[in-house]
């Protein structure tokens, strides 16, 4: 199984993005998905996390409100949709998927089997 995250990018607090992580190689609705962060110094922290028909998702404190994730089971792909952007948003950004036999979803990253490269965002005040 691979992921692959792309759409982050340099913009300025309350700007808008979306990032895009596409799964190749198992079967995508078998999986759990999740966003997380590193910011600079930092550890690697929980965003975002959706179930496998998509019916359950979860945020981080600091993220809810402007964060929404979603995904498409038929294009395999899950999104982080990132409104009012501020500059502590600061990170790169991974995508992970989680093997689920039941619709649960974790937002601990010991849970997650494989994981994207990483997309970096920088948020400027």
């Known amino acids: 199984v691979q992921l692959q995250a792309s759409g982050g990018g340099l913009v300025q607090a309350g700007d808008s993005l979306r990032l895009s992580c596409g799964l190749s190689g198992g079967t995508f609705n078998y999986y759990a998905l999740g966003w997380f962060r590193q910011a600079p110094g930092k550890e690697r922290e929980f965003v975002a996390a959706?179930?496998?028909?998509?019916?359950?998702?979860e945020y981080a404190d600091s993220v809810k409100g402007r964060f929404t994730i979603s995904r498409d089971n038929a294009k395999r792909r899950v999104y982080l949709q990132m409104n009012s952007l501020k500059p502590e948003d600061t990170a790169v950004y991974y995508c992970?998927?989680?093997?689920?036999?039941?619709?649960?979803?974790?937002?601990?990253?010991?849970?997650?089997?494989?994981w994207g490269q990483g997309t970096l965002v920088t948020v400027s005040s």
């Open positions: 992970a998927a989680d093997r689920v036999i039941m619709t649960v979803l974790s937002i601990d990253e010991a849970q997650y089997d494989y």
């Open positions: 959706i179930n496998r028909s998509g019916g359950w998702t």
